[in-house]
């Protein structure tokens, strides 16, 4: 029988309806229910049933037809809705052979390694009556979903570290044994990257600094936060086992992270060299198409000597010389002082590129 999956976010809802491996649609409601907006109205379990039913007008699909998969962070919230299974996103998140994901929403991140929420679960659940998160509660949750268009807001707003992201920043999503993962892509998702905008450099060097260790990771974006649904609908019924295989996300960049001084030689298919001598505290972007495939060596102190064959990505190959695995040495130098020095890197090597 086809599976409808429904993954619940931070501020939006994803539905992916499953006729077949090949047959299938996507669609993003960008609210979720807001106690303090809509507790007068109607409760969880009807709001989200009745926004089963405008997915599935808008589709022209009907819900009898499918067995519906429900999936959350921290927990799945109601909705009054038969469904034969509900799980959280965090039990399902590393679900692929070929990737190591990563998920970004407004307030949370999950990965493989780690989960951590902005908020209380039980704030967030809205069983809190914690004085210090009443202004929050009342306020920030209510109008992300009133505005889920805007970012979320500055001042006293308990989320201003999150959107200076100096609260994810520190944590390390990198593969646990970088060398026994060598061959699986980086994948990050979530509402944070739901259609990424051009020149996003925020969002871009987020990436770079959450992959700490030591080491050469290839970097993809899922850009309509598809990942969720399908590990959730894979987890559920094997019959989806290669869905996720067979799905494009975009190849942002090889990054090698190699901190301290480096030297880099590099080859093209032309068989043209270039050798660079690069100092440490520094992100390089290099020229290297996807479609093609160059080869690099690398020496560094912690990398060792490094051969190897990469082909590039939408932002070519990136060497980060940065000393991101100290976290006092990265709290103080990169988080405190220099933010807004690699934002600017960034913009400018994101003005020559199109995502």
């Known amino acids: 029988m086809p599976v409808l999956s429904v993954v619940f976010?931070?501020?939006?809802?994803?539905?992916l309806f499953l006729d077949s491996l090949t047959d299938y649609k996507f669609y993003n409601f960008p609210y979720i229910y807001s106690h303090e907006l809509f507790i007068s109205q109607c409760t969880e379990g009807n709001f989200y049933a009745e926004m089963l039913g405008v997915v599935c007008k808008a589709l022209n699909k009907d819900p009898k037809n499918y067995q519906?998969?429900?999936?959350?962070?921290?927990?799945t919230p109601s909705m009054h809705v038969d469904h034969v299974s509900e799980q959280p996103i965090s039990e399902i998140i590393n679900y692929g052979s070929i990737y190591h994901a990563v998920i970004l929403n407004n307030t949370s991140l999950i990965s493989p390694s780690s989960c951590f929420s902005a908020f209380p679960a039980k704030y967030s659940n809205g069983l809190s009556s914690d004085e210090e998160y009443k202004n929050a509660k009342t306020n920030y949750f209510a109008n992300l979903n009133a505005f889920p268009m805007y970012k979320p807001g500055y001042g006293?707003?308990?989320?201003?570290?999150?959107?200076?992201?100096?609260?994810?920043?520190?944590f390390d999503v990198s593969p646990k044994n970088p060398g026994m993962e060598k061959d699986k892509f980086i994948l990050f998702t979530g509402e944070?990257?739901?259609?990424?905008?051009?020149?996003?450099?925020?969002?871009?060097?987020?990436c770079l600094d959450l992959l700490k260790k030591?080491?050469?990771?290839?970097?993809?974006?899922?850009?309509?936060?598809?990942?969720?649904?399908?590990?959730?609908?894979?987890?559920?019924?094997?019959?989806?086992?290669n869905l996720i295989l067979e799905t494009e996300f975009m190849s942002l960049c090889p990054?090698?992270?190699?901190?301290?001084?480096?030297?880099?030689l590099i080859y093209n298919e032309n068989n043209e060299s270039k050798y660079m001598e690069l100092?440490?505290?520094?992100?390089?972007?290099?020229?290297?198409?996807?479609?093609?495939?160059v080869s690099i060596k690398i020496k560094n102190q912690m990398l060792g000597n490094i051969e190897k064959y990469i082909k590039g990505g939408?932002?070519?190959?990136i060497v980060d010389t940065r000393d991101k695995s100290n976290e006092k040495t990265y709290t103080q130098k990169y988080v405190s002082k220099n933010i807004r020095e690699w934002i600017s890197v960034l913009d400018k090597t994101l003005c020559m590129h199109r995502f």
């Open 9 to 15: 976010g931070d501020s939006s809802v994803s539905f």
């Open 68 to 75: 519906i998969i429900l999936g959350g962070y921290p927990e």
């Open 156 to 170: 006293v707003d308990p989320t201003f570290l999150i959107e200076k992201d100096n609260i994810v920043r520190l």
């Open 192 to 206: 944070r990257f739901l259609n990424m905008e051009d020149k996003d450099s925020k969002s871009v060097l987020l």
């Open 214 to 241: 030591p080491g050469i990771f290839q970097i993809k974006i899922d850009k309509n936060n598809l990942y969720p649904t399908m590990a959730l609908a894979q987890a559920y019924d094997q019959t989806y086992e």
């Open 255 to 264: 990054l090698i992270n190699a901190p301290g001084q480096s030297e880099l």
């Open 279 to 293: 100092p440490p505290d520094t992100i390089f972007f290099l020229p290297a198409s996807e479609n093609n495939q």
């Open 314 to 317: 939408t932002l070519g190959l």
